[in-house]
């Protein structure tokens, strides 16, 4: 059974960089694509961007000039960087795996882990 | 970028009755769209995909339909773990989800 789960600080400035990991047990990571989405409290979800495990990249325009995804084959992790955050990234942040149904279908998810921007 | 449009926002039923949600595109998707359920504190799950498959171990009261714009997930008979939020996607163009319908118990 694929697991997912997301590590990282849970409270970053304004103006820093949010970083965040997404560690993959019980598959591999290889030949997938793994995606972060995000959900402010009491809102929608917000898809940021999905990584291969060749590193080859799609963003959401929305964040493309502030996100930044990076995969570890080797450790069975991916993460993502956040850049030039503000009040309004304060979301919980999940990882996910397109694992059984294609493109852009997720069907593992990790529990999700709450990011507050504040100083 | 596309638009999907969920509605009602809140559906309030009785265990036992039908829901039927809608999501509109703001373009077509073809069959490309998902419905996930949410709930509270929890990760979304995989309900449907390829606008009608259902996604392993997912009851059969669950059904999508639609196609193109219009898409439709109904629930024949609310059982009491069936009130959650429940969002549509679409995968066709890029990756966009809906505001979601939150389906409570009335």
């Known amino acids: 059974q694929v697991q997912l789960q997301e590590s990282g600080p849970g409270l970053v400035k304004p103006s820093g960089t949010l970083a965040l990991t997404c560690t993959v047990s019980g598959g591999s990571i290889r030949h997938y694509f793994w995606t972060w989405i995000r959900q402010p409290a009491g809102k929608p979800l917000e898809w940021i961007g999905r990584?291969?495990?060749?590193?080859?990249?799609n963003y959401n325009p929305s964040f493309k000039s502030r996100v930044t995804l990076s995969i570890d084959t080797s450790k069975n992790q991916f993460s993502l960087h956040l850049t030039s955050v503000t009040a309004a990234d304060t979301a919980m942040y999940y990882c996910?795996?397109?694992?059984?149904?294609?493109?852009?279908?997720?069907?593992?998810w990790g529990q999700g882990t709450l990011v507050s921007v504040s100083s | 970028e596309i638009v999907l449009t969920q509605s009602p926002g809140t559906l309030s039923l009785s265990p036992g009755e039908r829901a039927t949600l809608s999501c509109r595109a703001s373009?077509?998707?073809?069959?490309?769209l998902a419905w996930y359920q949410q709930k509270s504190g929890q990760a979304p799950r995989l309900l449907i995909y390829?606008?009608?498959r259902r996604a392993t171990d997912i009851p059969d009261r669950f059904t999508g339909s639609g196609s193109g714009t219009d898409f439709t997930l109904t629930i024949s008979s609310l059982e009491p773990e069936d009130f959650a939020v429940y969002y549509c996607q679409q995968y066709g163009n890029s990756l966009t989800f809906g505001g979601g319908t939150k389906v409570e118990i009335k």
């Open positions: 390829g606008a009608y």
């Open positions: 373009q077509s998707v073809s069959s490309d």
């Open positions: 990584i291969y495990s060749s590193g080859s990249t």
């Open positions: 996910a795996g397109e694992y059984s149904y294609g493109s852009g279908i997720w069907d593992y």
